[in-house]
């Protein structure tokens, strides 16, 4: 659906509003309603989100918000306000909304003209639906930073001036949205005049009986800091307590949709700051609150994606993390008329974490993200959930084909998400492949023709090097080419690890690999390549080029949403994948796409090295890492030489996922390189790439080195080994005097302990000096300035003075001048 009716009743709507109200004008209002109820009942996936038409009508409707035009109806603004709301429910169109359309500037216009009340609480429901969960980190400029600051303005102002529970509420929701994760927000309200009597406030809130309202002020306060230690020591009340905030996610005992969400964000943000670890959670509250956690997971979409953050989160540590894996992954099939309640829930939780993976929102990712947490440490020879990964292979496999993404691949959100989706799939895949009997399994269930299907489409939508003016094309082009990595990496090291690796796998890859036909488009501009050897080749140029260089769509810093799902697989390790592609799969690249590679990477190399130069920045890594720029050197080596050379590790942490395969030596009737070979190789690739900066040289040296460590005799490698043993062994008489040592220094903390209280009355005695001394220096301050304005009224005086004195002698004079010319008259 396109808004292009929507736009026609509005542009109607404005060209009656200014007239005569009669029944035709009523009747366009009534036609207006209609029209924006139609679209209210439509889910905003449904609406097409990249186009000149949504984009006039968002205009439009924002027109009508903003307006101050007599003739347009309070009604038909509730309803602009609504929609606006039911758009920004959706993650793609919240951030079209802020960022392509500046809402955050139009807002604070609408705040100011004082509406109505009912438009004023629908206007605060529209904001906090734009600002929770959006990153405001890089609003830090110009008049995106006047844009929030206008907003906390406003909030500020209901907070202190207005005790209406309807706008007082979400404005603490607002503000604690604008403050997640946001410093120049966070110093802004620390800078204001009201700060203090807001901190008084929140600290009041903590024992309000509304729920909604403690979390809120909860958050503001460990937003603001300075305060956070009284969230956790404080009274028995359990509205002060930070189960407070556990008690709100696990019962949805609060009227408010938002407070649930709120307190899975604290929770989440406590965890991850490494404030106070221990008492978050309270491992002997945990047992307690997993369940009714695991229940919530039926809950609405966007408080499951944020129950599957917080179980996220949990996985972080090891005692919580325990924990989950044996209540969701128990070792039995299951079972629907179990009377066991632990497996009866155990197996709740485990449905609707594999249904949230298959549905086509946010949720999915992170349920697979969860999964891969737990299995990528308890998937080995010990792990006991085997009935339960059989059937997430069961979920997940089928999914690996073109006709997951093919279905609404019009609307570009929703092919989005279906691509970040699969990426996350082949990222669980690769972590059970860590097991040969699971590699084994994956590999004899894996269609591969449906897989390499789907890595030939996916190569022709995303295999794109450049940068594209249209931010939403430009993310799922990047996702689009994280996901086909993933993919042929997962099928390389199928054919390289499994049992039957001696050959089908492996020469189905290659098979397809080695054709290498185009066709050219009916229209003549672009050619079309068919074949999967050209958009490997692609595929590899984007990784190295795109990404690497000009930095992708989305930063590591990004919170929440889908660009952390992916935020893993950034910079150095896009490349170590792409490197391993061409070292696990064992075939050559063709010569034509091999210089069409080179030549990318030469052009990039150039325009990285000028744009910095020149001071121009080119995104979050103008320049590669040294990992980066060792590896596509080594690609360029391998590409425009024809030498089968592998390369060992890389900086990437990922390099030990390949460590089984071929790490080191020649592939594929490659060849070892001799010093003289290998000079001859590093200079052809310096003269190719025509780079004269220093630092490649310093690059080039530690790229030969990491070639010499590759071939380490079997002999030194004994000997390392055993080096290494007696290094173990003296580590252990290590070990041991230091458990001597820590007994010594557990008692020298005991009597520590019994000096720290008598330091602390020193510090609150010291406290009590400063404060005195503060008083006596404003005290004197005071009375400084008093005697200078004494000695300003005493100037004046003495100033006022002298000129009357001044007068006195004039008028004298004058006298003496009259009497002399009285006395001459009176002569004469």
């Not at 069409?596 to 150039?606: C, D, G, I, K, Y």
């Amino acid at each position: 659906a396109d808004f292009s009716s929507l736009l026609t009743e509005i542009d109607h709507y404005l060209g009656c509003s200014g007239k005569q109200q009669d029944s035709g004008a009523s009747n366009n209002e009534l036609v207006l309603s209609h029209r924006i109820d139609h679209f209210l009942g439509l889910h905003p996936s449904q609406l097409e989100l990249e186009s000149d038409v949504t984009r006039d009508c968002l205009e439009a409707l924002l027109e009508l918000l903003v307006t101050g035009r007599s003739g347009v109806s309070h009604s038909v603004r509730r309803r602009c306000v609504k929609l606006l709301t039911h758009l920004a429910s959706s993650r793609a169109w919240q951030e079209t909304l802020l960022e392509s359309h500046s809402c955050l500037d139009r807002l604070p216009v609408f705040f100011h003209q004082r509406p109505s009340h009912p438009l004023l609480t629908d206007g605060l429901c529209l904001l906090q639906a734009l600002c929770f969960d959006y990153h405001f980190g890089a609003w830090t400029d110009g008049d995106r930073a006047a844009a929030v600051a206008s907003v906390v303005s406003v909030l500020l102002f209901y907070l202190r001036n207005d005790s209406d529970m309807a706008i007082y509420e979400p404005s603490l929701g607002i503000l604690a949205s604008l403050l997640r994760g946001n410093t120049d927000c966070q110093n802004l309200v620390r800078n204001s005049d009201k700060f203090h009597w807001l901190k008084k406030q929140l600290l009041k809130n903590l024992e309000n009986p509304s729920l909604s309202i403690t979390i809120y002020s909860m958050s503001l306060i460990y937003y603001l800091g300075g305060c956070g230690e009284q969230l956790f020591n404080c009274p028995t009340n359990s509205y002060q307590s930070i189960q407070a905030v556990f008690h709100v996610l696990l019962t949805g005992s609060c009227n408010s949709r938002w407070a649930p969400l709120y307190s899975a964000n604290l929770l989440i943000d406590i965890a991850t700051s490494g404030f106070n670890q221990d008492l978050l959670p309270t491992y002997e509250y945990l047992p307690v609150c997993l369940g009714p956690l695991l229940d919530q997971l039926t809950a609405e979409k966007l408080l499951q994606g944020k129950i599957l953050e917080v179980l996220h989160v949990l996985c972080n540590h090891e005692r919580s993390r325990k924990l989950v894996f044996d209540q969701i992954l128990l070792n039995s099939a299951l079972q629907s008329d179990t009377t066991d309640a632990k497996l009866k829930n155990s197996n709740l939780a485990f449905v609707a974490i594999l249904s949230a993976a298959q549905d086509s929102c946010d949720s999915a990712v992170k349920a697979v993200r969860l999964l891969t947490d737990l299995y990528k440490h308890y998937v080995d020879s010990q792990c006991q959930s085997k009935h339960r990964l059989e059937l997430v292979l069961n979920y997940l496999l089928p999914q690996l084909s073109v006709d997951s993404l093919q279905f609404n691949q019009h609307v570009t959100e929703a092919f989005e998400r279906n691509v970040v989706r699969l990426g996350a799939y082949c990222k669980l895949l690769g972590y059970l492949c860590n097991q040969p009997q699971w590699c084994d399994l994956i590999g004899r269930q894996l269609v591969t023709e449906r897989c390499l299907d789907l890595l030939d489409w996916l190569a022709s939508k995303c295999c794109y090097v450049g940068r594209s003016q249209d931010y939403r094309r430009r993310s799922w082009i990047y996702f689009g080419q994280v996901c086909s990595i993933r993919l042929l990496w997962l099928l390389c090291r199928i054919s390289n690890f499994g049992v039957n690796s001696n050959k089908p796998l492996a020469n189905q890859i290659e098979a397809r690999l080695s054709t290498d036909t185009t066709e050219t488009s009916s229209n003549g501009e672009h050619p079309k390549q068919s074949s999967t050897s050209c958009s490997l080749a692609r595929l590899l140029a984007c990784g190295l080029v795109y990404h690497c260089y000009s930095g992708g769509p989305y930063s590591n810093a990004s919170i929440g949403g889908s660009g952390a799902a992916v935020s893993d697989y950034c910079g150095d390790q896009i490349v170590e994948c792409a490197l391993r592609i061409v070292c696990l799969a064992g075939q050559k690249l063709i010569p034509s796409v091999s210089r069409e590679l080179a030549s990318l990477l030469s052009q990039r190399h150039r325009l990285a090295l000028a744009s910095t130069n020149n001071g121009i920045a080119r995104g979050p890594s103008a320049l590669p890492s040294n990992g980066c720029y060792a590896g596509s050197i080594g690609l360029g080596v391998e590409l425009m030489n024809g030498h089968g050379v592998a390369v060992g590790s890389t900086t990437s942490t990922s390099a030990s996922a390949g460590s089984s395969g071929g790490g080191g030596g020649a592939v594929n009737g490659g060849h070892e390189l001799g010093s003289g070979q290998l000079d001859q190789l590093i200079n052809d690739v310096k003269n190719r790439l025509n780079l004269k900066d220093t630092r490649v040289s310093d690059l080039l040296t530690l790229y030969e080195s990491k070639l010499q460590a590759c071939q380490l005799s079997e002999e030194s490698l004994i000997a390392y080994a055993a080096a290494q043993s007696d290094a173990l062994s003296r580590c252990q008489a290590v070990a041991r005097r230091q458990a001597q040592r820590s007994a010594a220094l557990e008692a020298e903390c005991a009597k520590l302990r019994g000096a720290t209280a008598d330091a602390e009355k020193a510090q609150e005695s010291l406290r009590v000096l400063e404060r005195e001394k503060a008083a006596n220096e404003a005290r004197l301050v005071k009375e400084v300035k008093s005697a200078q304005r004494n000695a300003e009224r005493l100037q004046a005086l003495l100033d006022q003075t002298e000129r009357e004195k001044l007068e006195m002698a004039e008028r004298n004079n004058q006298l003496k001048n009259i009497l002399m010319s009285a006395s001459a008259v009176f002569k004469s």
